[in-house]
């Protein structure tokens, strides 16, 4: 009793073995005979339990509100999903509708499965069971069940025309504007976008996969000729020797942090420097923006194979921005008269603890600023507040003027900085992109001392940036009220040159000509 015990709190670290009867899978099947079966929980657990028993289920409840009415095929595999009756995600009301002694439950949950336990009993359901605590039961041993991995030794047929994109979950970066690129240049490509919203809308041509369905994202990684990703691959996923990695990163032509091994090693994140590992091996192009783009992916992704310097394709939008200027200035209901000041602070994460982002507020002072800007550029001034994706949602909790718009959850940041006449950050790279166009950038790093020296290394002298830097509120307006544009535009000339950065807004094109000559197989070798 003590090591099962031990085993689900192993598992879950919430689960007592006291909250549920010592439920087996014998006494589920026998009481579920002649009773309509609903599974509690889409995603690892629900797929695991119907692809690997006989018979079928009325439905799949999800408490999650997003999910409520979507196709059950999105969360789960399809063989999974051919032995559930109802085929659109059920909210937990549709219990109700039954008569409590015909129904059974099955929580597949493999993280929430106590608080289902409880809500299912405070609604006077007492006839369910739980997967994960019958697994225990049944297998002493009990590995986990997501581990779903792909097969060093697959055998599944790659196809020739597919490919799958990663970019940080979302649609954006530089996969956005390289598959537009893509999608005019041919239309016999099979296009996978992995997603972590399923509820994201993408452009024709495109097929979405959730990510947390495990078993369709790895099929598709399985089978697909080129990966294209912005982040690492996971350690559960490998490639073949006929498939290709193309790694075009998370940033432009310029980074100003460490990143991959030259920051995993630095904290001394052992997983963190095995994905790195894992993915070293496995990649075969990286597509830079510059030569110091190019010398430092191979010091961080500790590559030394072919390096394709095109440029950025995500920056392409910087160089035409008209319709996207119109399109945030509508999405936003903003005057034509109003100037779009963009705020992007970075999150923190300490040196020595648990890698968790937080969200940091700078202080900085809304009502100066905008006053400041409004007495040097003209104009009425609205600022958009975009916090990192990974710590967005505390965008939410921020006081904010009436002059601040939270921009956090826009799917795209590059249209933003399109958008944007100014950008004020502290230590996010995307503080090189308005100056591709020569657009002012300011700093503001209250915290600049203790960043540096103690949570992230930089690959570039914080002072050898061409942008003015400022520590306290007074001295950012100090910094804006003696702004010069032309001496502003000498230093950047400076410094891109000295960089290597040469955007033209075609980075896109050349990107895309190469992933199509290597779905062709004609690209010729440098």
């Given amino acids: 009793m003590d090591a099962i015990q031990s085993i689900l709190q192993q598992k879950t670290g919430k689960f007592s073995i006291n909250e549920f009867n010592f439920q087996t899978w014998e006494d589920f099947r026998s009481n579920k005979e002649n009773k309509k079966v609903f599974v509690f929980g889409i995603g690892n657990g629900a797929e695991y339990y119907l692809e690997n028993n006989t018979g079928s289920v009325a439905g ?46 099955l929580i597949t949950s493999l993280k929430a499965s106590e608080q289902i ?29 997501e581990s779903n991995d792909v097969p060093k030794e697959c055998t599944k047929i790659i196809e020739q025309n597919k490919l799958v994109f990663y970019t940080m979950g979302s649609f954006s970066g530089h996969g956005k504007y390289i598959v537009a690129q893509l ?55 490998h490639k073949r020797m006929e498939q290709i990695y193309v790694q075009v990163k998370h940033w432009s032509s310029v980074t100003l942090k460490t990143f991959g091994f030259d920051l995993t090693t630095f904290r001394g994140e052992d997983t963190e420097i095995a994905i790195c590992k894992h993915n070293s091996e496995m990649i075969n192009y990286i597509i830079t923006g510059s030569k110091f783009d190019t010398d430092t992916c191979r010091s961080g992704f500790g590559f ?28 936003y209901n903003l005057a034509d008269s109003e100037k779009i000041l963009l705020y992007t602070p970075t999150f923190r994460c300490k040196q020595g603890e648990h890698y968790k982002p937080e969200a940091y507020e700078t202080n900085i002072d809304y009502g100066i600023l905008v006053k400041n800007l409004k007495k040097k550029f003209a104009g009425d001034w609205i600022v958009f ?71 992230r290394k930089l690959l570039i002298d914080y002072d050898d940036l061409p942008f003015p830097i400022a520590e306290t509120n007074e001295a950012l307006a100090s910094r804006i009220n003696n702004f010069s544009q032309e001496e502003y535009e000498s230093k950047v000339d400076e410094f891109m040159k000295k960089y290597g950065v040469c955007e033209d807004g075609h980075a896109s094109e050349r990107a895309a000509k190469f992933i199509s000559d290597l779905i062709d197989g004609t690209r010729v070798k440098e």
């Fill in 60 to 105: 799949i409840i999800d408490n999650d509100r997003r999910k409520h009415g979507t196709s059950i095929d999105i969360h789960i595999s399809d063989i999974a999903s051919e032995k559930c009756l109802e085929k659109k995600v059920l909210n937990v009301s549709a219990l109700y509708q039954h008569n409590k002694d015909e129904i059974v439950i």
């Fill in 117 to 145: 336990a409880i809500q299912l009993e405070n609604s006077g359901i007492t006839n369910f069971f739980s997967l994960l605590a019958m697994e225990a039961l049944r297998r002493p041993a009990f590995g986990t069940i």
């Fill in 183 to 237: 999608l005019k240049l041919r239309d016999d490509l099979d296009i996978v976008w992995i997603v972590d919203d399923f509820t994201l809308k993408l452009p024709a041509g495109i097929r979405i996969v959730y990510r947390k369905n495990k078993s369709k994202y790895i099929h598709e990684m399985e089978t697909a000729k080129i990966w294209i990703y912005d982040d690492m691959v996971p350690l559960n996923i």
């Fill in 304 to 331: 030394q194979g072919d390096i394709i310097q095109i440029g950025s394709a995500r920056s392409d939008i910087l160089f035409d921005a008209g319709e996207t200027v119109k399109k945030i200035y509508s999405y």
């Fill in 385 to 455: 507040l975009r916090l990192h994706p990974v710590v967005s949602e505390a965008s939410k909790t921020m006081k904010r003027l009436d002059c601040v718009i939270d921009a956090s959850d826009y799917p795209d940041s590059q249209e933003l900085v399109a958008a944007a006449d100014i950008m004020i950050t502290d230590y996010s790279s995307m503080m090189f992109e308005p100056a591709f166009i020569r657009k002012p950038v300011f700093l503001f790093a209250p915290d600049r001392m203790e960043y540096i020296n103690g949570e």
